[in-house]
């Protein structure tokens, strides 16, 4: 695949990018990914309806797939932050859900924001949760308040 064109962003937004577009590329069974806002904003993701301005595709999955992986997210890293601190748990890392036909997995990157991957069922949690690890320690330094501002504004932009 080529690489995005993404014409008027920022180094920091390319940069967060070409890493959503590296973990969809080097990790087999991935149908969705999206990285969310800890107010339950859509940031980044692979549906071609929801990519930044000039990027390419990396995944075809279903119409609306990613609007609907950022809501699932969203809430499913609320209800695990409010069990979490009932339990005296400390913070969430990451939830897993195994379902028949998939699988969940719901990361957090910074300040709230998560990154959350909808896998097909034959996938390999252990390399998928790996790799959101990487996003996580790569993307995490660099998603500042300002960044996700510039994220939001491209999404909506693009719409």
């Given at each position: 695949?080529?690489?995005?064109?993404?014409?008027?962003l920022s180094t920091e937004a390319?940069?967060?990018?070409?890493?959503?577009?590296?973990?969809?590329e080097e990790v087999p069974g991935?149908?969705?990914?999206?990285?969310?806002?800890?107010?339950?904003?859509?940031?980044?993701?692979?549906?071609?309806?929801?990519?930044?301005?000039?990027?390419?595709?990396?995944?075809?999955?279903?119409?609306?797939?990613?609007?609907?992986?950022?809501?699932?997210?969203?809430?499913?890293?609320?209800?695990?932050?409010?069990?979490?601190?009932?339990?005296?748990?400390?913070?969430?890392?990451?939830?897993?859900?195994?379902?028949?036909?998939?699988?969940?997995?719901?990361?957090?990157?910074?300040?709230?924001?998560?990154?959350?991957?909808?896998?097909?069922?034959?996938?390999?949690m252990s390399v998928v949760a790996?790799?959101?690890?990487?996003?996580?320690?790569?993307?995490?330094?660099?998603?500042?308040?300002?960044?996700?501002?510039?994220?939001?504004?491209?999404?909506?932009?693009?719409?």
């Open positions: 695949m080529t690489a995005p064109i993404t014409y008027g390319r940069n967060l990018h070409w890493l959503l577009t590296n973990l969809v991935l149908v969705s990914v999206a990285v969310v806002s800890s107010d339950g904003l859509l940031l980044l993701s692979s549906d071609p309806d929801h990519m930044l301005p000039g990027a390419a595709p990396v995944l075809a999955g279903p119409k609306g797939s990613a609007a609907d992986l950022a809501t699932i997210v969203s809430g499913l890293g609320s209800l695990t932050i409010g069990a979490a601190q009932l339990m005296d748990g400390g913070g969430v890392k990451q939830t897993m859900v195994a379902m028949e036909y998939g699988s969940l997995f719901v990361m957090s990157i910074s300040d709230g924001s998560l990154l959350g991957v909808h896998a097909a069922p034959d996938c390999d790996y790799h959101m690890a990487l996003f996580v320690g790569r993307a995490g330094h660099v998603l500042t308040p300002e960044l996700r501002s510039e994220l939001r504004t491209s999404l909506e932009s693009a719409r």
